[in-house]
Nanobody, 128 residues
């Protein structure tokens, strides 16, 4: 069973930076995975931040381009999200997710955003 353990997050003032990490365990050797970050603000639907497929190709949601950077350490099975120039509207629960996929990632949106495994989420709060 794939497990995703998230760390990082917290509270910062607008303009600040935060880094989230997600360590994956239970991955099957020889199987490729897509991993990604998603967020859900209070009263809103979960939305995609960005994904990285097994080739290393990164796709960001249009509204996330420029301030958010995804990276992955394959040796450690760890996914990271660097968030800069944070705004109060970035306040949300941030989730790490994964799915078995060889060289592609699901498109953002739809049921579970197409992902099969989810971390428990970490709260990011940006104050003005």
């Amino acid at each position: 069973e794939v497990q995703l353990v998230q760390s990082g997050g917290g509270s910062v003032q607008a303009g600040g930076s935060l880094r989230l990490s997600c360590e994956a365990s239970g991955l099957i050797y020889g199987i490729s995975y897509c991993m990604g970050w998603y967020r859900q603000a209070p009263g809103e639907e979960r939305e995609g931040v960005g994904t990285i497929d097994s080739t290393g190709r990164i796709t960001y949601a249009d509204s996330m381009k420029g301030r958010f950077t995804i990276s992955k350490d394959n040796a450690k099975n760890t996914l990271a999200l660097q968030m800069n120039s944070l705004k109060p509207e970035d306040t949300a629960m941030y989730y790490c997710a994964a799915i078995q996929a060889n060289g592609w990632c699901p498109k953002f949106g739809g049921r579970s955003n197409g992902m099969a495994y989810w971390g428990k989420g970490t709260l990011v709060t940006i104050s003005s």
